[in-house]
């Protein structure tokens, strides 16, 4: 069956414009995270999503990031002013939600994100 | 807050040759999920250990979960050019969802 896809694959952008980010989970799961992963780094939480339930926003680094997800299945994640420190790949995963951390994450293949 | 430290960073080994990641962690968890990422690909999950003490293993991987549930260890026998990724450890404490990720190790393996 289909993965979680996300789109774009790659995005160049310069200083000081928006961008946003789109996550397709796998039919069905409930639960979707976003994370951040810089260049021969581990992976940052940003933020989760489960259900109708109120998102766990704790790991967004700024005010200019934001998430959404409409209808319980497509999320996007917004960067507005991008810096160049925000260049990084930004990867979605979504899991059954049905055992919470006991869940397995399956992970999108990123969308690479470059500010000049 | 919590925090999972993996070591090495690197490891850099000749094919056939053996492979140990370690992950601590600074609290107690209830749980230690595996990822591989090839290079350029995005994380895959191996294996979830539960229990003090567990042990699994998925043909030449043997993964432990320590007794006390603050470490792991995840180690390949008789490494193959396959085997190139970085592994990353990622633990869940008191969160019902949440996963730390470690900073994971990346190998590389020469044929």
């Known amino acids: 069956g289909a993965g979680v896809s996300q789109s774009p694959s790659n995005k160049v952008t310069e200083k000081g414009k928006d961008v946003e980010l789109r996550c397709d989970p796998i039919s069905g799961h409930t639960a979707l995270y976003w994370y951040r992963q810089s260049l021969g780094q581990g992976l940052e939480f940003l933020i989760y999503?489960?259900?109708?339930?109120?998102?766990?926003k704790s790991g967004l680094p700024s005010d200019r990031f934001s998430a959404e997800r409409t209808g319980g299945s497509v999320s996007t994640l917004t960067i507005q002013r991008t810096q160049q420190e925000d260049s990084a790949v930004y990867l979605c995963a979504s899991s059954s939600g049905l055992a919470g951390s006991l869940d397995t994450q399956y992970f999108g293949p990123g969308t690479r994100l470059t500010v000049l | 807050g919590q925090q999972v430290m993996q070591i090495p960073q690197y490891q850099h080994v000749q094919e056939g040759e053996d492979f140990t990641t370690y992950c601590n962690s600074s609290?107690?968890?209830?749980?230690i999920q595996w990822y591989k990422q090839r290079p350029g690909g995005h994380p895959v999950f191996l294996i979830q250990l539960v229990k003090s003490g567990e042990v699994k293993k998925q043909k030449r991987l043997t993964f432990q979960f320590g007794e006390a549930k603050k470490n792991s260890s995840l180690h390949i026998t008789a490494t193959q050019t396959t085997d190139v990724g970085t592994y990353f450890c990622?633990?869940?404490?008191?969160?019902?969802?949440?996963?730390?990720f470690g900073k994971g190790t990346l190998l590389t393996v020469n044929p």
């Open positions: 999503f489960q259900g109708n339930s109120a998102p766990d």
């Open positions: 990622a633990g869940s404490g008191g969160s019902n969802y949440k996963l730390t």
């Open positions: 609290t107690t968890l209830s749980n």
